[in-house]
């Protein structure tokens, strides 16, 4: 009778458990892709000064693509790369727990030049935002504001107090 009353509180208290911690692991997913997502920004920036010429960062259609896509969409692939075309980098975004990364960013993508200014279309970059989110949780991301001069925040969702 004992195990029996240990066994059912042990149920119990896993149940309750374990969907938090489901959360937790989703939360920390969305923080670990916004971070991905810094550095190849930061790492786009760095190599249009060093190499004296622009880079372009952009979303691309799939894994083996050597071209920018021509609309905007969820990121899932990315690449890097010079004017001539030559890649400097490619990459996917994980999809770990339905993670999500769009972009307000033109044709869903950054340019930075040789100063090291982000433009999108023609514009500067300016207020524009890449947001990663998840399906399993709602109303819960961080979204990426790029700021004139390259100044990056985070904005996360203070309502609800998921991140």
């Not at 786009?44 to 979303?59: D, G, Q, Y």
């Not at 259609?61 to 920018?68: I, L, M």
């Not at 524009?128 to 790029?146: A, F, G, M, Q």
């Amino acid at each position: 009778m004992e195990v029996m009353i240990t066994i059912s509180i042990a149920a119990i208290i896993l149940g309750l458990g374990i969907p938090s911690f489901q959360s937790m692991i989703t939360k920390n997913r969305i923080v670990s892709q916004t971070n991905e997502i810094i550095g190849l920004i930061t790492t786009a920036r760095s190599e249009a000064i060093r190499r004296n010429s622009t880079v372009t960062l952009c979303r691309t259609t799939s894994a083996n693509t050597t071209q920018c896509a021509e609309n905007t969409a969820t990121w899932e692939h990315w690449l890097m790369m010079l004017p001539n075309g030559s890649l400097i980098q490619r990459g996917d975004f994980s999809r770990y727990n339905n993670a999500i990364v769009t972009s307000g960013l033109t044709a869903d993508r950054i340019r930075f030049q040789a100063d090291g200014l982000a433009r999108t279309g023609t514009d500067l970059v300016s207020g524009n935002r890449i947001r990663v989110n998840s399906t399993h949780l709602d109303n819960c991301y961080r979204e990426i504001v790029l700021g004139a001069g390259n100044r990056q925040s985070i904005d996360k969702d203070d309502a609800t107090g998921c991140l």
